[in-house]
């Protein structure tokens, strides 16, 4: 009995119709970036002091020193969400008193910003924190907003993988393209800061299918068809072969007579797996290793990732330009790990991509606070880092898992990686109390997932798996079998075959 990747040999690895579907795909992703970072400039969060009215009666000298002075980096700055009693100063302006030379500021009791705030222009000229006054004892609103954006990620991920498992890839990917399309359009009417963050969850539901692009960029991808493998997987030769046969002819290449022999499709059928569900993720141990580590490792990455691009507002220089460089380093991460899936074993590049991130973000408490820009500097490097051990974890991950269950792996590593990124913006927030801790934290954590994934099986270089039984071993775990687990391996069990590069 032959395999897929045997049947479809004939078709070659990169013709023409591979490269359309690979290009289709790669442009309905370009908006992906926009709605999933859009939030870094959606919450920015000017400098603000408290408002006084300009019915005050206040001097021109008691207005200039209505709000105390606080400690920021070393220098005294205006208060963010105090001001002096507006009465008493007000009484202290009327009789003709001087602020600092007739009156201890220092004593003087004082309020909240009863008045609202005044927000700095200088760099944004309105977010939804300054439309909605989302500072001082509301500043928590802010983080909660990119956490239930990806909350709805979050759920997403969940429903999808097991959809498109079920219904197949091309339909749940239209339906998500929708979502985030017509929801990114409803947010432009919002009245106020709950129906925003509704429609943001909504959105963060259709963004996780990866392909989202405008409708006249969908209706190109029409031209994308179903899966042949997952088709197969579900029984439906006929389907498939019709596609296998269409790419056969756009790559130029003569088609076999038969594809499938009237043998293989019996025995097919009558092997013909039931249907999955995610409780198959964790059916056997190995594969139930493998789940374990993937959420772990997704997981920390998204804190990583996320937190890194969240935080790029605080490093010192322009916004626009930290923000530029940040996804600027991205494109060279990327080709990274495109040489290094190309060439390189899986777990290896991953681990190192990974050591690299997280042991820059380490050293960054070490740098000298006038040296910024080797701040900056070091934080890209490990944006570089993550970024690559991100792009690489896709394909590492979906070779790792069977054909029966892969969607259905993938989307349920991408929802840890989402539980990674609800936590990423408290990860920046906690920067308010030390600057460096969400370094630390982010570094050290990174580091030590480096580590596990040393300990997942090599992929590269071997066939993707069918079956829960063909699926490759977790490093170690055969030095763990007791003595009657090793005889009943004997007795009956065929071991799955691993190629050489797995003891790389």
Not at 157 to 182: C, P
Not at 370 to 380: G, K, N, S
Request: glycine share 8%.
């Amino acid at each position: 009995m032959r395999d897929y990747d045997e049947v479809t040999a004939f078709l070659g690895e990169w013709g023409p119709f591979q490269r359309l579907i690979f290009f289709l795909l790669s442009a309905s992703i370009i908006p992906n970036g926009f709605t999933g970072l859009s939030s870094v400039f959606l919450i920015g969060t000017p400098e603000h002091r408290c408002r006084v009215p300009d019915a005050a009666n206040l001097s021109s000298a008691w207005r200039n020193h209505s709000v105390p002075l606080r400690l920021q980096d070393g220098r005294e700055v205006p208060h963010s969400c105090r001001r002096y009693r507006l009465a008493t100063i007000a009484n202290f302006s009327a009789l003709g008193l001087e602020p600092g030379r007739d009156v201890d500021l220092g004593q003087l009791e004082q309020e909240s910003c009863l008045d609202g705030w005044e927000f700095s222009q200088d760099v944004y000229l309105s977010t939804i924190v300054t439309e909605w006054n989302l500072v001082c004892e509301n500043d928590w609103k802010a983080p909660l907003t990119i956490s239930l954006f990806f909350v709805g990620v979050l759920l997403g991920s969940f429903i999808s993988g097991q959809l498109s498992d079920r219904f197949g890839r091309k339909n749940v990917l239209f339906v998500t393209m929708g979502m985030q399309t017509g929801f990114s359009f409803l947010q432009l009417f919002s009245k106020n800061f709950e129906m925003f963050v509704v429609l943001f969850v909504f959105v963060g539901m259709g963004q996780i299918s990866n392909y989202v692009a405008a409708f006249v960029l969908g209706m190109a991808i029409r031209f994308i068809p179903e899966s042949p493998r997952w088709l197969i997987s579900q029984g439906r030769f006929e389907e498939a072969e019709v596609i296998i046969r269409k790419a056969a002819k756009a790559n130029g290449i003569v088609v076999p007579s038969t594809i499938f022999d009237p043998s293989e499709l019996q025995d097919l059928s009558s092997k013909k797996q039931q249907s999955h569900n995610v409780l198959d993720l964790l059916r056997t141990q190995n594969i139930r290793m493998v789940t374990i580590m993937s959420i772990i490792l997704w997981m920390t990455i998204s804190v990583g990732y996320f937190g890194l691009s969240l935080d790029t507002p605080n490093l010192h220089g322009d916004i626009y330009v930290n923000c530029f460089l940040s996804a600027t380093v991205e494109v060279p991460a990327y080709v990274l790990a495109w040489l290094l899936l190309r060439y390189l074993p899986r777990r290896y590049s991953m681990a190192t991509a990974l050591f690299l991130g997280g042991s820059v973000l380490l050293f960054v408490q070490l740098v000298p606070p006038d040296l910024y820009y080797l701040t900056t500097a070091l934080v890209m490097v490990g944006k570089f880092g993550i970024t690559a051990a991100f792009s690489m974890v896709y394909v590492y991950t979906a070779e790792l898992y069977p054909t029966v269950v892969r969607n259905m792996g993938v989307g349920v590593s991408s929802t840890a990686s989402r539980l990674g990124s609800i936590l990423s913006p408290y990860f920046v927030y906690l920067g308010v109390y030390d600057r460096f801790l969400p370094y630390i934290l982010m570094g050290s954590l990174t580091i030590l997932t480096a580590i596990l994934t040393l300990f997942l099986p090599e992929s590269f270089g071997t066939p993707l798996p069918d079956t829960i039984d063909q699926m490759l071993r977790v490093k170690g775990m055969k030095h763990r079998q007791t003595p009657s687990h090793t005889s009943m391996l004997k007795d009956g069990e065929e071991r799955p075959t691993i190629l050489k590069s797995t003891a790389l």
